[in-house]
């Protein structure tokens, strides 16, 4: 298996680069503007409100710098607020705005509609095993699902 474009850690970084064009493409079109990356944060924050960055940062398999960052800017756009966490004041617990609620509402099921669009060519029972081996070699690796 010389040939590059065989090469698991090429297919992976290329599912990548088809998977954010997807979603920035499609979710432009409806009229958003965030990031995969922001998505999976809200979507993240919805599921355990009260999170703080270092466990967002786990959840979402990103360095506490760039969910620093994130945090910083879903605040900034008026989706995410931050509180001082009283048992750590260092810690940072998240939680959805009314807005950031709305978004995560509106943008969830075209989230879910553009999943097939990721993996074109792939019949139904290919995609669930595609997702189901995906999902086992990144928990073996120690990599949170989101």
């Known amino acids: 298996m010389?040939?590059?474009?065989?090469?698991?850690?090429?297919?992976?970084?290329?599912?990548?680069q088809i998977s954010t064009h997807v979603f920035?493409?499609?979710?432009r079109e409806a009229g958003f503007d965030l990031t995969p990356v922001q998505f999976a944060a809200l979507d993240t924050i919805r599921e355990s409100p009260g999170i703080d960055q270092a466990g967002l940062a786990e959840a979402v398999a990103k360095d506490r710098?760039?969910?620093g960052a994130v945090a910083d800017r879903l605040e900034q756009k008026g989706l995410v607020s931050r509180k001082v966490n009283a048992r750590d004041k260092r810690a940072r617990k998240l939680a959805l705005t009314?807005?950031?609620?709305?978004?995560?509402?509106?943008?969830?099921p075209l989230v879910?509609?553009?999943?097939?669009?990721?993996?074109?060519?792939?019949d139904e029972a290919e995609y669930r095993l595609f997702v189901e081996l995906a999902a086992k070699a990144a928990k073996a690796a120690g990599t949170p699902q989101a």
């Open 2 to 16: 010389t040939d590059v474009s065989r090469m698991p850690g090429h297919l992976i970084r290329r599912l990548h």
């Open 24 to 27: 920035m493409t499609r979710t």
């Open 65 to 67: 710098a760039t969910i």
């Open 98 to 108: 009314d807005e950031g609620e709305a978004l995560v509402a509106a943008l969830r």
């Open 112 to 122: 879910e509609q553009l999943q097939a669009e990721i993996l074109p060519g792939l």
